[in-house]
């Protein structure tokens, strides 16, 4: 396992190891969607992954998904991330922060009767989202205007602003998982004419002004992207995810990011393909893998230049001394699905290390 423990560069900053905590959404935040004390303890523990990549958070006031996600919109919720940050770097660890728009996964019921954005008013089948009235359907969202997308790019602009004012080391745009930008990345949802669908190019296009906002304020060094081309999450779908998935990477040399992020697979079965054989060819800079790997499969893939480093989930969430555990060929703790959003410390600050402080 020695190549997953060299050092990497990426972009601007080197981190220690190239085993990553991917950004796992935990439901944890009060809710006015302010970080606290727990989540700070959550963080400090998984500190010795090469990177920690946080939760997915919400870039505008009104867009909520999960009802008690975080935040990076409000000073209290720059403060509440501050005191987060501090104690990660406290503890050696390296974190960015995921700026995210739920898009249409959002619900009125979450946002003060508003009903949820998208690019097209195509709503999630197949699921429901949780409210404080129970579990409801997803609704039929409100199609953006091409006016107002100026304010969806300046609003993840602010929150890139916020995320530095916090202290992170920088930021992941998600692009993944069927919400809004990954609603204009796939023709599945994306029915819209005009400059912002049809092509890839348009489709592609709000994602691609968001990362150019984004890098004026903290240089694209800093700056990450995550895609899920084939995951069905979400009810998404492509009708060409290998297509998108090779034009994405060349496009995106233009900004010398920090890496890549890449979904590999769909969680529930609906797409099969090989995106991270083109994404690899096409794409020159650092390209790290999700999804299903095991530690052998990711120090051979590194080993073999297939990817640079891998983003663990929920093993990282059972784990919080993941890194040591695969140094060690150390059984893992088995993750609890059960308590993947419930409140408090159970299935959250409770997984137990190897060698407990």
């Given at each position: 396992m020695t190549t997953l423990f060299t050092p990497l560069k990426l972009g601007a900053i080197t981190v220690p190891n190239r085993i990553f905590m991917a950004p796992l959404t935990r439901c944890r935040a009060d809710a006015e969607h302010i970080p606290n004390a727990?989540?700070?303890?959550?963080?400090?523990?998984?500190?010795?992954?090469?990177?920690?990549?946080?939760?997915?958070?919400?870039?505008?006031?009104?867009?909520?998904?999960f009802w008690m996600e975080p935040g990076i919109y409000s000073p209290d919720q720059i403060t509440g991330w501050k005191r987060i940050t501090d104690a990660v770097h406290a503890a050696d660890g390296k974190i960015f922060l995921q700026l995210w728009h739920g898009g249409r996964a959002c619900h009125p019921l979450l946002n003060q009767g508003v009903l949820p954005v998208a690019p097209s008013p195509?709503?999630?089948?197949?699921?429901?989202?949780?409210?404080?009235?129970?579990?409801?359907?997803?609704?039929?969202?409100?199609?953006?205007?091409?006016d107002e997308l100026p304010g969806i790019v300046a609003g993840f602009k602010k929150a890139a602003e916020n995320a530095k004012a916090a202290g992170f080391d920088g930021i992941e745009?998600?692009?993944?998982?069927?919400?809004?930008?990954?609603?204009?990345?796939?023709?599945?949802?994306?029915?819209?004419?005009?400059?912002?669908?049809?092509?890839?190019?348009?489709?592609?296009?709000?994602?691609?002004?968001?990362?150019?906002?984004?890098?004026?304020?903290?240089?694209?060094e800093r700056v990450g992207l995550r895609i899920s081309p084939l995951n069905s999450y979400n009810s998404m779908i492509d009708s060409d995810p290998i297509g998108l998935s090779t034009w994405l990477a060349g496009r995106l040399n233009e900004f010398h990011l920090a890496y890549l992020h890449v979904i590999r697979g769909?969680?529930?079965?609906?797409?099969?393909?090989?995106?991270?054989?083109?994404?690899?060819?096409?794409?020159?800079?650092?390209?790290?893998?999700?999804?299903?790997?095991?530690?052998?499969?990711?120090?051979?893939?590194?080993?073999?230049?297939?990817?640079?480093?891998?983003?663990?989930?929920t093993s990282f969430l059972a784990n919080p001394d993941l890194p040591a555990r695969i140094k060690a060929s150390a059984a893992l703790n088995q993750p609890n699905p059960a308590t993947f959003y419930t409140p408090g410390s159970k299935g959250y600050t409770d997984y137990p290390a190897l060698n407990p402080l």
């Amino acid at each position: 396992m020695t190549t997953l423990f060299t050092p990497l560069k990426l972009g601007a900053i080197t981190v220690p190891n190239r085993i990553f905590m991917a950004p796992l959404t935990r439901c944890r935040a009060d809710a006015e969607h302010i970080p606290n004390a727990l989540m700070a303890e959550y963080y400090v523990q998984r500190a010795s992954a090469g990177l920690i990549i946080a939760e997915a958070t919400m870039v505008i006031e009104g867009n909520s998904a999960f009802w008690m996600e975080p935040g990076i919109y409000s000073p209290d919720q720059i403060t509440g991330w501050k005191r987060i940050t501090d104690a990660v770097h406290a503890a050696d660890g390296k974190i960015f922060l995921q700026l995210w728009h739920g898009g249409r996964a959002c619900h009125p019921l979450l946002n003060q009767g508003v009903l949820p954005v998208a690019p097209s008013p195509i709503a999630i089948t197949g699921d429901e989202v949780l409210t404080p009235d129970g579990k409801k359907p997803y609704v039929i969202p409100q199609e953006l205007r091409d006016d107002e997308l100026p304010g969806i790019v300046a609003g993840f602009k602010k929150a890139a602003e916020n995320a530095k004012a916090a202290g992170f080391d920088g930021i992941e745009v998600h692009g993944a998982n069927g919400y809004l930008l990954d609603e204009f990345l796939r023709d599945g949802t994306n029915k819209r004419p005009g400059p912002y669908g049809g092509s890839l190019e348009n489709r592609a296009r709000l994602t691609l002004e968001v990362l150019e906002a984004i890098s004026l304020v903290w240089g694209s060094e800093r700056v990450g992207l995550r895609i899920s081309p084939l995951n069905s999450y979400n009810s998404m779908i492509d009708s060409d995810p290998i297509g998108l998935s090779t034009w994405l990477a060349g496009r995106l040399n233009e900004f010398h990011l920090a890496y890549l992020h890449v979904i590999r697979g769909d969680l529930f079965q609906q797409q099969s393909g090989d995106i991270m054989t083109p994404i690899r060819k096409h794409y020159r800079g650092v390209l790290i893998g999700n999804m299903d790997y095991t530690a052998e499969e990711a120090n051979k893939d590194i080993t073999e230049g297939k990817i640079d480093a891998i983003a663990f989930g929920t093993s990282f969430l059972a784990n919080p001394d993941l890194p040591a555990r695969i140094k060690a060929s150390a059984a893992l703790n088995q993750p609890n699905p059960a308590t993947f959003y419930t409140p408090g410390s159970k299935g959250y600050t409770d997984y137990p290390a190897l060698n407990p402080l």
